[in-house]
């Protein structure tokens, strides 16, 4: 069987109309957004984003969100996340919200990570022994979605730094999972085929002018784990 996954990521207040150019098209089992929904982590924003990207996830069988460095308001309480989850769930009734573990769909395993490497005053970053032992608490999955990219992977800034996790770099060479989806930095938004991982930075590729839909859309094969991206483009990206 065949699942079809949309990947977004650093939304920060954008509509789906400054994403896309053709959303209302959008379509398939999964939409995954990799974090970054706000600019200010405010509620308002939050709950802000679901009102309007439910035009396109009402498309989708299941949401897929997980935080990121900017999405302050899901830091918190367990009350406070539920009392937020819910009026997001009221906006767009198929979301699910992760701070980390997984979830399975149609047998592929889907893990979580959205914690990034310490920089400034931000929500949602450790260090490499922090990534470390959550990656380990979340063990191998098929597609891993965090919320930073790995070292040397789609992760060099407008200043040439490559800015991903050495740690989460060694967790994709190890597990090797069909897929690896992730945004934060901005301007390393694109596709590329790293051993048996099809990898995705989920950002806009040409900000501020909006992309396809299907630019940001790949296929799994739910029982030989290849996954294919773009008309004639199959990756040989098998788990077993």
């Not at 990799?34 to 600019?39: P, S």
């Not at 405010?42 to 498309?59: L, M, T």
């Not at 009026?87 to 573990?101: H, I, S, T």
């Not at 990570?113 to 920089?119: D, E, G, K, Q």
């Amino acid at each position: 069987m065949n699942i079809q996954i949309t990947g977004i990521s650093d939304c920060h207040g954008m509509w789906p109309e400054d994403f896309f150019m053709n959303y209302e098209h959008a379509n398939g089992d999964i939409l995954i957004c990799c974090g970054d929904i706000t600019n200010r982590g405010s509620v308002g924003e939050a709950i802000d984003w679901a009102v309007q990207w439910n035009e396109v996830a009402k498309n989708y069988k299941r949401t897929f969100l997980i935080p990121g460095n900017h999405d302050e308001c899901f830091d918190t309480d367990s009350e406070k996340f539920e009392n937020l989850v819910d009026q997001m769930k009221a906006a767009m009734p198929n979301l699910e919200v992760f701070l980390g573990g997984s979830t399975h769909h149609q047998g592929i395993k889907f893990g979580f990570n959205p914690y990034v490497l310490r920089y400034g005053s931000y929500d949602f970053m450790t260090n490499e022994e922090g990534i470390f032992a959550k990656l380990q608490r979340l063990g191998r999955c098929d597609v891993f979605v965090s919320h930073g990219p790995s070292f040397g992977l789609l992760d060099q800034t407008t200043r040439m730094v490559q800015a991903g996790s050495n740690t989460q770099r060694a967790y994709v060479d190890t597990h090797q999972p069909c897929a690896h989806l992730f945004g934060h930095i901005h301007e390393s938004a694109g596709v590329m085929e790293y051993g048996k991982t099809f990898l995705m930075n989920a950002g806009i590729r040409n900000y501020p002018s909006p992309g396809l839909w299907e630019e940001h859309t790949f296929i799994v094969d739910s029982v030989t784990k290849d996954v294919s991206y773009g008309s004639d483009i199959a990756l040989s990206c098998k788990t077993n």
